[in-house]
């Protein structure tokens, strides 16, 4: 008999499958959410490639529940396959989270060990995935639905907290913990392996009080194999043979008539699915390319606090437990009374117009983010600033051209980048120096599409040129740029936060990313003396500085430039396309969830699910080939996937219109005199229903 919790008729050993749900979603979810910058600042991939790669997983991911369900229905059942792929699933994660230990070997080591560890995890969560809710409401009586479906609003409410949490924590402990100099990958992803490995162990705890039931045989199996032998038969039957109204139909000599007709039934609905893709491909790129916009913004939310930019996707999470109620409650209710008629397909159609319109969002706020970006200079060009540290005005001209049109003041921070034209690869030009009314050539040696800073000085033999080349290319997490020039007579060593410069006299130093914040009291020491405290001001996001060490009046004085503006276009600019998106979701994810379960048999639920899973995966697909493939800037990108989506919607609409809505439960009245089965098609019926009600209760779309 099933232990009960007390008081209620709740099993016992639903509490082990939900707390095991929510470790699991916060370690696949904390881990996902870290991966697009762990590409970048990490193994030190490009961002076209970092988020190709995290598709592909993403991709991946989708694909294996359909292994699971196979194995768990032909084979090991749910209980024994969800505990073996948990433990696939533990090793990826431990795999990944040494893969981040700077220590362990080489860069290929690094990348080996990553790419090792995405698989087996892809193999762990896609395994499990299609396992665990249904193992949930297997261990309910019959008699208990109404618990049932409470249990699977607890169970999704369980996903949705665990993916919210662990987008907030993970970032934390990426960016404000510090281990071997850097940002602390290898934390980040040992926490969500922790719980991965927690969440195992409570699900194998509660052992002793599941209901299991034995593997039936893979429905989706048999359907494959039905389809097959229409195909096979109708291609060796002879011309001579009556036509026949279907192409199943040509199965009949082998699989019974309600098998084929359900197998009918399914199909109409998975040719539904045909354009869904494109909205999962606009979807999921919430963890990619509106991250790496992120790294892009100002973060700071007044003088205190700070976001990180992949703790932005905790806002989907977030905004799914406000809008679902509120859909449901409210909007639903309100379009109903004025005389609406609101079905599934419109629902749907209507999703991926706020998807669309979410990326019209994300184009605007990227033409904009884009201002503050420094472009590389075209062939034959390169890009030149000055700093003048002549003691007063000079004047400077390059070859036959003049691009500096007004004296450069002493000390003055260089407004912008000027184009050089050069008419080569690499090229020496003669730089024309005025000052003093004396003019100054210095030949310097210039490549295309590099920047370069002129440094202009003089000493007691006149002026002296020195071009050093520059970074114009903002870092990936969001965090400014420094390197300090020093003009003073002896080395000194600066302390910014935690990163340490080490700047001989007359050398540049190398920029090194440091905490964006106030540095009123920098920490600096020569050789021969301890020299004042250094005040730097304001490192702001993805600005890139350079910090001019003087000594005036025996002391060392700093003078900051900024080379490449801070960002300033604040992250709050994301809210809209989060709303959007997540609007999008509520109406597309929800209600096809719904749909596809009510238009199929219930002994069918499991091969829309699995077509389900599929488009998700054919989404990620689609992002991955224009990531890899189109090149586009990221504006035009964003434009493409919307206006692609409008085009889908389109054409999703015109099919759904031909779509004439069913009553699954009409073949058991069909089929109840031929199957002789009365009371079994009754109670097929019943479940049918209490599925339908099921997949109502538990709104929540991150499975």
């Not at 979410?358 to 990227?366: K, Y």
């Not at 030949?443 to 007691?460: C, M, Q, R």
């Not at 003073?488 to 302390?495: F, N, V, Y």
Request: with cysteine; glycine share 8%.
């Amino acid at each position: 008999m099933t232990k009960k919790l007390c008081g209620t008729n709740y099993p016992t050993s639903i509490c082990f499958i939900v707390v095991n749900e929510f470790c699991e979603r916060f370690s696949y979810y904390g881990m996902k959410a870290l991966l697009t910058l762990y590409f970048l600042t990490y193994l030190g991939w490009d961002k076209d490639l970092s988020t190709a790669i995290y598709h592909a997983f993403s991709s991946l991911c989708y694909f294996t529940p359909i292994l699971g369900a196979i194995i768990a229905d032909s084979w090991l059942g749910k209980f024994k396959t969800i505990i073996y792929l948990s433990l696939v699933y533990v090793v990826g994660h431990v795999v990944k989270s040494v893969g981040a230990i700077p220590t362990v070997g080489s860069k290929e080591v690094h990348i080996g060990l990553s790419m090792t560890g995405l698989i087996l995890i892809a193999f762990g969560t896609g395994g499990i995935k299609p396992c665990v809710s249904a193992f949930g409401g297997d261990q309910f009586d019959e008699e208990n639905i109404s618990e049932r479906q409470k249990f699977f609003s607890i169970f999704y409410m369980s996903i949705n907290a665990g993916s919210l949490l662990s987008t907030i924590i993970t970032p934390i402990l990426r960016g404000d913990v510090k281990c071997f100099g850097h940002d602390c990958y290898a934390l980040a992803f040992g926490v969500p392996a922790i719980l991965m490995i927690v969440a195992t162990v409570v699900f194998i705890a509660g052992s002793s009080l599941y209901k299991r039931n034995p593997p039936q045989g893979n429905v989706l199996l048999e359907v494959c194999r039905c389809i097959g032998f229409a195909i096979k038969n109708r291609s060796v039957r002879s011309k001579h043979d009556p036509p026949r109204k279907h192409w199943l139909d040509w199965a009949e000599e082998k699989y019974s008539k309600r098998l084929i007709q359900e197998i009918k039934m399914v199909l109409r609905v998975l040719v539904l699915f045909i354009p869904l893709p494109m909205f999962w491909a606009l979807f999921d790129q919430q963890g990619s390319r509106w991250t790496l916009q992120a790294t892009r913004m100002n973060m700071a939310f007044g003088d205190s606090f700070s976001i990180k930019p992949d703790q932005m996707q905790m806002l989907n999470a977030l905004l799914i437990l406000i809008f679902v109620p509120i859909f449901d409650l409210i909007i639903y209710p309100l379009v109903g009374l004025c005389r609406i008629k609101i079905t599934p397909l419109r629902k749907m159609a209507m999703g991926m117009i706020f998807a669309a319109l979410a990326f019209g969002a994300a184009t605007v706020v990227e033409v904009n983010v884009v201002e503050s970006v420094v472009n590389p200079a075209p062939t034959g060009n390169c890009l030149m600033q000055v700093y003048n540290l002549a003691g007063g005005d000079v004047s400077v001209s390059i070859g036959s051209s003049n691009p500096f049109t007004a004296p450069i003041k002493h000390l003055q921070d260089p407004p912008k980048y000027e184009t050089v034209t050069i008419g080569a690869h690499s090229k020496h030009i003669p730089v024309q120096v005025t000052f003093n009314g004396e003019t100054t050539n210095c030949v310097e040696e210039f490549e295309e599409k590099k920047a370069y800073s002129l440094i202009v000085d003089s000493d007691i033999t006149g002026i002296q040129c020195k071009l050093v080349e520059d970074n114009i290319k903002k870092t990936e997490d969001g965090n400014p740029y420094l390197r300090f020039l020093n003009k003073g007579p002896d080395d000194i060593t600066i302390l910014v936060g935690e990163v340490e410069f080490f700047v001989p006299s007359g050398v540049m130093s190398m920029n090194k990313s440091v905490d964006r914040g106030e540095y009123p009291d920098v920490t600096c020491t020569t050789a021969s003396k301890t020299c004042p405290k250094l005040n730097l001001g304001l490192l702001d996001f993805g600005a890139l500085y350079t910090v001019i060490l003087l000594e005036e009046s025996g002391k060392i004085v700093p003078h900051t430039m900024e080379d490449v503006k801070a960002n300033d276009v604040h992250i709050a600019w994301q809210i809209p396309q989060y709303v959007l998106i997540t609007a999008g979701e509520v109406m597309f994810s929800i209600t096809g969830l719904e749909f596809s379960y009510s238009q199929a048999p219930a002994n069918m639920k499991s091969v829309l699910q699995a077509g389900w899973l599929l488009t998700v995966a054919f989404g990620n697909v689609i992002v991955l080939i224009v990531a890899e493939g189109a090149g586009l800037e990221q504006w035009i990108e964003f434009l493409l996937f919307a206006g692609l989506l409008l085009g889908v919607c389109i054409i999703f609409s015109i099919m759904a219109s031909f779509y004439t809505y069913v009553k699954p439960e009409e073949l058991d009245k069909i089929f109840l005199e031929d199957s002789g089965k009365g009371e079994d098609d009754q109670e097929d019926l019943k479940q049918n229903s209490d599925d339908m009600q099921l997949n109502k209760t538990g709104k929540g779309t991150r499975l």
